[in-house]
Every structure is written in structure tokens, then in C-alpha cells.
């Protein structure tokens, strides 16, 4: 410990600037580490940035993630893009796309039910192909997010949880502090009574708003996850598992996805990679080690998926 003098909070004993061997990032608010100080978990899990530098003052600490990623990261983000093509599919175009992206894309804004069929990183095209059910035209808004493994991530997970539904209307307005209108969001369902779809999701300050095809009353689940570009604060959640699920022979309307290590608490994110048609995906539970879904239809061997499990920091 060393004695150093803090602008706005006076003089104070704090740490060194540059700290090995921890077991958990300090909690934001906590005083006695150096304005700038560089952090290292000692035995961060894959998905965990292992690097953190106080972008806070030494009396109030706020530790965020720097550099490179172990594991998966959102490599890029962003949204919403304005539907215009005229056709079904659109092309987002971001740099230096990689064909091994994992792709998410969804509604931030919809006049109707329409979905998204599949949405996939193109090689050497540097974009995502998007695919809906119909024409979009352009009353729709799309968000997007793009995963890469060991990468130095652009954006970050600013809260993940699941909602259980109040009903009453199809737009459920659920208030979430501090949320920005400037962060994007994606929902997915997890419990269901019925086939209702998500229609679009959107944030405005402290609230995410999901709309469904019909009033969801009582009887669903949503896993709600809303990114923010990096820097600024400390995440929530990490990704613990990523990945592309693609349809066998033998596969029914339920879908059982083995993924080692998956919890039932995870946070899922969940979209249609690949289809030749325009079935939909009714729910997505988690389970020990197992990511069942249930779709519309038989998927055969031509309909793939994208997914990541969001786990919280400790």
C-alpha cells in the first residue's frame, strides 16, 4: 500500500497500480484502488476477461474490461438498421467479418409478427445475411451482435436475466435500471403455454419493452440480454458457451442440444443461423448440460442454430 493523493476524494491509502493474483473483481463503488489501476483475475474461466482496468477514482472504484477475451466476446454491435431492401433478406454490413462469427440479430422495432428466418456471417463479404418471413419493408428495425472467439470485444453485456411475464397487454414494459435508449437488447422465450412469438424488443432509459404477438399473460418466460459498447462499465455477465447447432435425422420439434457445463440459471441467446422455410422456434429451456428447443416443425437437416449462454460474474 502507498499513500496517493485522489482529486475527489482527497488523500487515501490505495493499492498499487498494478494488481496480479485476484480472485474476483472488486464491486464498483469501492475505494483504495489507484485511478487507472490494471487488474488480473487469477484463474478467470473461459469467457472471463481476465484483464480489468479502475476507470473510477480511488475512492470509488469502477473496474472494466481491457484487451483480449478468453473464450467468446461480442467482437461488434450494433442497430437499429432500417429495413429497406424491399425483400425479405437484408445485408448488414460490418468489417472484417469472419465466416466463424456467430450471428444474432432481432427486432428492435416491428409493425407486425413477422420473424427472423436465419441470420449468418458471410465469408469474404464482410456482413450478415439476414432472412425474415416476408418483405419487412420499412416499419421494422433490426439490432444485431456478431460473437468471436479470442477476440478484443467492442461490446459488453450490460444486464441478463430472465422475466417471468405479468400479461395484460402484448407490450410488457419491464424496468430495468439503468438501461440506456441507446442499448440494444434481444429476448428470447423460455417458457410458454402457447405459440406466441416475440415481435420485437426495444430499450428506452431504465426500461426494456417486449412486444409479443398476443397478450403473453402470466404463463411465459423471456431470457432478456442487453449489450452496451465496452468500456464505460463493469459487465454482468461473460459468455460461458457459444455456438452453431445444425439439425440431424432423427430430430423432432423438440431439439435436445448437448452443451457440457450449461446451467439452468444461464442466460440464453438464441436465432435461426440457417432454414429453407419459415418455421419458428417456440421455446428454449436450459437444463443441466442440455439446451432443449421446441420449433414449429420438423427441422430435418436443413436448419441450424446460433447460441451463447451468458453466465454472471461472481
Known amino acids: 500500500m502507498a499513500w496517493r493523493e485522489d482529486a475527489s476524494f482527497g488523500k487515501v491509502r490505495v493499492r498499487h497500480s498494478l494488481i ?10 469501492k475505494w483504495g484502488y489507484a485511478s487507472g489501476a490494471l487488474l488480473f483475475l487469477k ?9 480489468w482496468r479502475n476507470m473510477g477514482t480511488a475512492g470509488s472504484c469502477l473496474f472494466v474490461p481491457e484487451g483480449p477475451q478468453i473464450g467468446y466476446g461480442f467482437v461488434a454491435a450494433g442497430g437499429p438498421v432500417d429495413c429497406t431492401t424491399g425483400s425479405a433478406t437484408q445485408r448488414i454490413a460490418y468489417d472484417m ?7 444474432f440479430v432481432g427486432h428492435a422495432v416491428s409493425d407486425d409478427n413477422d420473424q427472423i428466418c436465419a441470420a449468418i456471417a458471410e465469408a469474404a463479404k464482410s456482413n450478415i445475411l439476414i432472412t425474415a418471413t416476408a418483405d419487412p419493408l420499412t416499419a421494422h428495425d433490426y439490432v444485431w451482435a456478431a460473437l468471436r472467439n479470442q477476440c ?13 411475464t405479468v400479461g395484460g397487454n402484448a407490450a410488457e414494459a419491464i424496468t430495468v435500471t439503468g438501461v440506456l435508449a441507446s442499448d440494444i437488447a434481444f429476448a428470447c422465450t423460455s ?9 420485437d424488443v426495444a430499450c428506452t432509459a431504465n426500461t426494456v419493452t417486449v412486444t409479443s404477438s398476443a397478450d403473453p399473460s402470466t404463463a411465459h418466460a423471456w431470457d432478456i440480454v442487453v449489450l452496451r459498447p465496452r468500456g464505460t462499465f463493469k459487465p454482468s455477465h461473460y ?3 457459444a455456438g452453431n447447432y445444425t439439425a440431424v435425422a432423427g430430430d423432432t420439434t423438440t431439439v435436445a442440444i448437448t452443451v457440457t457445463g450449461a446451467l439452468a440459471t444461464d442466460i440464453l441467446m438464441i436465432n435461426y443461423a440457417e432454414t429453407d422455410d419459415t418455421d419458428t422456434l417456440v421455446k428454449s429451456v436450459l437444463t443441466a448440460n ?17 447460441y451463447a449462454l451468458l453466465r454472471a460474474y461472481s
Open 97 to 103: 467479418v469472419n465466416p466463424a462469427d456467430i450471428a
Open 152 to 164: 478484443v470485444p467492442t461490446w459488453d453485456v450490460f444486464t441478463a436475466f430472465r422475466h417471468t
Open 20 to 29: 496480479g493474483g485476484v480472485d474476483n473483481v472488486p464491486a464498483s463503488g
Open 290 to 306: 442440455t439446451l432443449t428447443l421446441t420449433v414449429s416443425a420438423d427441422p430435418v437437416t436443413d436448419h441450424s442454430w446460433n
Open 43 to 51: 484463474k478467470p474461466v473461459l469467457g472471463q476477461s481476465f484483464m
Open 191 to 199: 417458457t410458454t403455454d402457447d405459440t406466441d412469438l416475440i415481435s
Open 239 to 241: 459468455v460461458a458457451y
